[in-house]
Every structure is written in C-alpha cells, then in structure tokens.
C-alpha cells in the first residue's frame, strides 16, 4: 500500500516510521521541496519512504493521513489538488489546538463543528475518517506503551472506510476500537482535548488513555 502522510512534525515522523515498519511506501509530505525533517526521516527510512510537498504526497498515496497542525491544516489541504484526494480514504488524525492565547491550547473549531467535518466539507468526494487524535503519537503507533486495556475511537461516514482503518489500526496493535458513527462524531473525540490536556499536566507522562467500562 501506498501512504501520502501529510506533516512533518512528532506526530507525521510517528505514524509515516510504524508504516514504513509494516512495509508500506510512505511519501512523507510538507509545504515545501526542501524539508530538513522530512530529508533525514528519508535517509532513516531507505527504500520505502520518499518525500515532496504536500501535493506529491497526496498525489502518491492511495491513503492519506493529514498530521498537520491541527489550527493549520485547512490552509494546508487547501494545496492539494482536489481530484488526487478524491475517493481515496484521508485518515485525520489532528486536532485543531490553538496557543495563540497560552496554554494549556484552546479548541479553534468546537461544539457546532470540528476540523474532521470541515475537512470532510472542503473535499466532499474524500473518506474522512477520524481516528488517533485522543492519544499521544507514541501510544497511536504502540498502544501497548499504556497497560491493559484501554480504547481508540474512530468516527466517519463511509463503512468501508471505516473497515479499513480498523484493519491498519489492528496492525498497529489496538485491541478496543470504538466506532463513533458519522463524521459529525469528530466534534466529541476533538473535544477530549481540554480534559487530556489537563491529564498530561497532572500526571507527568503522555503514556495513557481511555477505557471505556461498560455495566
């Protein structure tokens, strides 16, 4: 398979490595020709990572995956060409954190809306599927760094897409996925935010998430 990861940042280099690591070619992409981060993931990667810009990487990918900062990211989408994105799965895994105010961030897009609808809207004919922004990016790619069991959220319109996520996410090593329903369910997941935010401060350490404990 072929991926277009789109960021070039902790969580781009995270999730372009693990599926590097499980033989896929990534084509790690940032807003221009001559990223530093991006050249150096390539030397590590050898054969099955390659770099470009934002546009080669969704032109390359029969899956994208969007790791661009969160406050950011429409703008940076917005440079693809439209027919390259279309019916392909784009996994969003962003959250839009904004800390123009201080931190801990605030959320830029919250209660009637979320940033995986927008992008869905921006590209109407794309599968967005919302999952792994409610966990650090070395939990997303290792879940077993938190012990026992503990879930991951997915949410999005389109079922087959869906499945398939599932299917890389199983690849990953998560156990517990939860199925949230339609896209509009990216509002809830990106609203964990301020609580995870808080977490982190108060317990020192990234390594933890979720569990859902049913009665």
């Known amino acids: 398979m072929r991926y277009g990861v789109l960021g070039t940042g902790m969580v781009g280099q995270e999730i372009a490595t693990k599926?590097?690591?499980?033989?896929?070619?990534?084509?790690?992409?940032?807003?221009?020709?001559?990223?530093?981060?991006?050249?150096?993931?390539?030397?590590?990667?050898?054969?099955?990572?390659?770099?470009?810009?934002f546009a080669e990487a969704a032109r390359f990918g029969d899956v994208l995956v969007n790791c661009t900062q969160?406050?950011?990211?429409?703008?940076?989408?917005?440079?693809?060409?439209?027919?390259?994105?279309?019916?392909?799965?784009?996994?969003?895994?962003?959250?839009?954190?904004?800390?123009s105010r201080g931190m801990p961030p605030i959320l830029s897009i919250c209660n009637s809306?979320?940033?995986g609808e927008s992008i869905q809207r921006e590209f109407p004919e794309a599968k967005v599927v919302k999952a792994l922004n409610t966990v650090n990016c070395r939990v997303m790619t290792d879940p077993k760094r938190v012990p026992g069991e503990h879930d991951l959220f997915i949410c999005g319109n389109d079922q087959a897409a869906k499945k398939a996520v599932t299917t890389l996410l199983r690849e990953f090593g998560w156990k517990s996925i939860i199925d949230l329903g339609d896209i509009t369910s990216a509002r809830a997941t990106e609203q964990l935010m301020p609580i995870w935010l808080r977490l982190w401060g108060n317990?020192?350490?990234a390594d933890f998430n979720f569990r859902i404990v049913r009665a």
């Open 19 to 53: 599926l590097a690591a499980l033989g896929n070619e990534v084509c790690m992409g940032s807003r221009g020709q001559d990223n530093k981060q991006a050249k150096a993931w390539v030397e590590r990667m050898g054969k099955n990572g390659k770099t470009g810009t």
């Open 70 to 99: 969160g406050s950011h990211s429409l703008e940076a989408l917005r440079t693809l060409d439209k027919n390259d994105v279309s019916g392909k799965i784009l996994i969003d895994v962003a959250n839009p954190l904004d800390a």
């Open 113 to 115: 809306d979320s940033l």
């Open 203 to 205: 317990l020192g350490t």
